[in-house]
Each structure stands twice: as C-alpha cells, then as structure tokens.
C-alpha cells in the first residue's frame, strides 16, 4: 500500500473568531474581538488579530484602545492610535499579554484615570 502525500502547498486551516465579547460599563465597557487563523498540521499560528475596542474612551483608530495583531507580515500593536512594532514569542504569551494590558486600561477608564 503506498501512503498518500499531502503537498507542501497545501495547508489545512482552523479559522477561530468567536463573536465579539461585550464588556459591561461597570467593568470599563467596551468590545473584544480575535481572529486566529491557525496550520492544523503544525499548529503554527499563521495570522492574528486581538483588539480592544472602545469609543468611549477615544475615536482614534476608529475606537480601538489596544490591538495586537500581525498583518502586513509585521508583529505590532495599537494603543490609542498609535502603531508600533512588537516582540514576538509564542502566541499563547501575546495572548495573555493582551488580556493583562486590557484590563489595566479598562480598570483606569472606570477609576477616571483615562
């Protein structure tokens, strides 16, 4: 019996983009969206986009507070309107990375802060 090959061009994806996650105003309000396209063969995580979104505390960026993403084949993240180029390790580490830094801006929006 011969093995069938699969060819190197030839990617078998996972697209992952859960619905947006509303954050109540008491928490700093607010929307979350992620987009994940990830090789189901090796894993790799090819493309992503984590953002936090929230008109009320700017408009820049048409409201995106925090954002991290990987387009354009560059790893950078967006804090209120402005772009700059990030480290990159793992995706689960710039994940939990976006989760903490969220918070914190969401946190000083409810205590006035920002």
């Known amino acids: 019996m011969s093995k069938k090959h699969r060819s190197p061009l030839i990617r078998r994806l996972e697209i992952f983009e859960p619905e947006d996650a509303v954050i109540p105003k008491r ?3 607010g929307k979350l969206k992620e987009r ?6 090796t894993g790799e995580v090819i493309e992503y986009a984590l953002a936090y979104v929230n008109p009320a505390i700017t408009m820049a960026d048409n409201g995106r507070i ?20 990030t480290e990159f390790t ?4 710039l994940r939990r990375r976006f989760e903490r830094e969220w918070m914190a801006l969401a946190t000083r929006h409810v205590n006035g802060e920002i």
């Open 90 to 93: 793992t995706f689960e580490e």
């Open 27 to 29: 928490l700093g309000g």
């Open 66 to 85: 925090l954002g991290y993403d990987n387009s354009h084949r560059l790893h950078h993240r967006h804090r209120m309107g402005k772009i700059e180029p």
């Open 36 to 41: 994940v396209i990830r090789d189901l063969d």
